[in-house]
């Protein structure tokens, strides 16, 4: 039977993460047998943890690339009941989407957490990939840093750089469209 695919997206700081770690947690309360992978670009609180921004954590693997992975870890269905992605818009489109089907023919379950659009209000490719091909999407809020209403953006409080810059709060800070402008 063929497995599910469940994408959690949304700005910085809503709670993508977090939302991961129920499924997670869950997922080990059922007994079920999981690998949890992020990228390795995202060292902000640890290689080895996937982390919120209030330090809630659960162990994972730091992947530089699906070679890598694929040295490290066997997916035959016997293996792996759920591969849990976080950070999802660092993973290499192409080859995380060819994966991920991958996984789902032989019957494993893929959860993934990721940013749907960058500063820019431009979308990440690997996670629209992974929103089109979802069973479910759940795309959670943050709050406007500016006036508390649902926020849908990531607003970057530097100008310029590089499309993907990782950091927290010293770097982003989630807003509303009305005191959005992409940076």
Known sequence: MRGNLETIVGAMFAGKTSELLKRILWAEHQGKKILVLKHRIDNRYSEKLISTHNNLSHECYAMDDWKDVHSHYDFSNKKYDVIFLDEIQFMDADETILNVEKFLQIGIDVVCAGLDQDSRGKPWETSSYLLALADK??????????????????????????????????????????HWEPR
Do not use: H, M
């Not at 406007?144 to 950091?167: F, H, M, S």
């Open 137 to 178: 999407i759940t795309k959670i809020y943050g709050f406007c840093n500016v006036c508390g209403i649902e926020a849908t953006k990531t607003y970057r409080k530097i100008e310029g750089g590089d499309r993907t810059q990782v950091g927290a709060s010293n770097i982003y800070e989630p807003r509303c469209l009305k």
